[in-house]
């Protein structure tokens, strides 16, 4: 050992055998008084532990140089099980034999290099393990036919905006540029990669950031995601199969199997682009603003009636109210907020009793348009962002549900339809001598006399 620290001066005098003495006599409790004046140490000495040489373990060597490890003696009040770090005096290598959140751990550079290996080989271990649950040849693809019309739609959006230039994979969500979101909202978004992914339409790259698939569940928005959809009905098809697929599919016609579907987008893009906006205008004003269940409900009776410029407009004043709440009554964030849906609600009601239109705000840049939005609206109905300016409830009535293609013969033999848009999904109710048929996709009221 080549870094032996000198003897304390207190016990320079003493040869080792004197020292090693003094320390079982120590530890045995005698008095201190007493032991000084034995071993001649001065009376300033109070504290005789810090004075010992340390521990010398010729057997236990340095596993870096081989150098005899050594330790700090025991004191007398401490447990005969409890152990000291062990340390070379060479190298500066230690090792602390106590386990546990308050274990100490050694940053001398063989022991970083070794933790950096074993980093490095855990990491190996994790990717071949990811690689292996997530093999795509382990999961059957799905044929094409199982696609309903809101895969589609989200399938055709991420292909034309998620997926780079090779054209083999669909990169993570979090990738996208902030003017070409795929949806107006993360949660919207999350649920309908979670769809895609329930039926297998997608699958997990096992070439995705290690990071995204560390956690018990995958971080949808950092995968990257494969294609997993047939058109033979054997072979996983290439991403550009897929796209002239559905490209096609959409293009021909809007078809009356996708009635539910096409009403249900028609109301759920504008109603989360209102919900982008609240949160836009929220932040603005420091409004602690969340959209759960009352919000969107609020939003979708009024998308009846109301286009998403004019609630853009709603949106706007009743923030403005939440922001004057909270300063001039002093309550709480939250309780502000929860104050915005009745608010938007309250403010088109004073405007329908008074007979006036709601003003109708502009596209805000920071809120842009969806690559939904853009493919729902221009591209498969061919209006170019038709429920910004006209109410969702007043296009289906008036636009949509008069291009579906209906059975005429299955009108004749039930004879009960919507006269509005030849819809068959209805409830009936008799009173008197009257029949009211509430048609349930258009929502009209149609009255029959049995007179």
């Known amino acids: 050992m080549r870094n032996l620290p000198p003897l304390a001066s207190q016990i320079a005098h003493l040869d080792p055998e004197e020292i090693e003495?003094?320390?079982t006599r120590y530890l045995a409790g005698e008095k201190i008084s007493v032991l000084q004046a034995e071993f001649r140490i001065p009376n300033t000495a109070k504290q005789l532990i810090y004075l010992f040489p340390p521990l010398i373990l010729n057997d236990k060597p340095c596993p870096y140089c081989h150098s005899a490890m050594s330790s700090k003696r025991k004191n007398k009040t401490q447990r005969a099980s409890e152990e000291n770090i062990i340390k070379c005096l060479d190298c500066g290598h230690f090792e602390d034999p106590q386990s546990g959140r308050f274990k100490k751990h050694c940053n001398c550079k063989p022991c970083q290099l070794k933790r950096k290996e074993a980093e490095v080989q855990r990491e190996l271990e994790f990717q071949k393990k990811i690689k292996e649950k997530y093999n795509p040849e382990l999961v059957t693809p799905i044929p094409y036919a199982n696609l309903n019309f809101k895969h589609k739609l989200t399938l055709i959006s991420l292909l034309r905006s998620q997926t780079p230039e090779s054209f083999d994979y669909i990169i993570p969500i979090t990738h996208s540029h902030k003017n070409h979101l795929l949806t107006p909202t993360a949660s919207f978004t999350e649920q309908l990669l979670t769809?895609?992914?329930?039926?297998?339409?997608?699958?997990?790259?096992?070439?995705?950031?290690?990071?995204?698939?560390r956690n018990k569940d995958p971080d949808t928005f950092n995968v990257q995601w494969l294609s997993?959809?047939?058109?033979?009905?054997?072979?996983?098809?290439?991403?550009?199969?897929?796209?002239?697929?559905i490209n096609k599919d959409l293009n021909e016609n809007i078809s009356s199997n996708w009635s539910s579907e096409i009403k249900e987008i028609l109301f759920q893009i504008p109603q989360e682009e209102v919900i982008q906006y609240l949160h836009l205008k929220a932040n603005i004003l420091d409004v602690s603003f969340g959209a759960e269940t009352k919000t969107p409900a609020i939003i979708r009776q009024l998308l009846e009636t109301h286009s998403t410029s004019q609630l853009y407009t709603l949106a706007s004043n009743a923030v403005d109210n939440a922001h004057l709440f909270y300063k001039k009554k002093h309550v709480s964030h939250r309780h502000a907020a929860n104050t915005i849906p009745g608010k938007m609600l309250s403010l088109a009601e004073a405007?329908?009793?008074?007979?006036?239109?709601?003003?109708?705000?502009?596209?805000?840049?920071?809120?842009?348009?969806?690559?939904?939005?853009?493919?729902?609206?221009?591209?498969?109905?061919?209006?170019?962002?038709?429920?910004f300016k006209v109410a969702p409830g007043k296009y289906w009535r008036d636009v949509l549900s008069h291009r579906l293609p209906h059975d005429e013969p299955n009108k004749r033999d039930n004879n009960l339809f919507c006269p509005e848009c030849g819809s068959q999904e209805h409830t009936l109710k008799m009173k008197d001598i009257s029949i009211y048929l509430t048609c349930r996709d258009c929502e009209i009221i149609s009255t029959f006399s049995l007179s």
């Open 351 to 387: 405007h329908a009793s008074k007979k006036r239109e709601v003003f109708e705000f502009s596209r805000d840049i920071n809120a842009p348009r969806s690559v939904i939005s853009k493919i729902f609206f221009d591209f498969y109905l061919g209006d170019v962002d038709a429920a």
């Open 195 to 213: 769809s895609l992914y329930k039926c297998k339409a997608i699958i997990i790259d096992p070439n995705s950031a290690p990071n995204s698939l």
């Open 21 to 23: 003495a003094l320390y």
């Open 228 to 245: 997993n959809v047939t058109l033979d009905g054997q072979h996983r098809t290439t991403l550009t199969a897929l796209y002239n697929a």
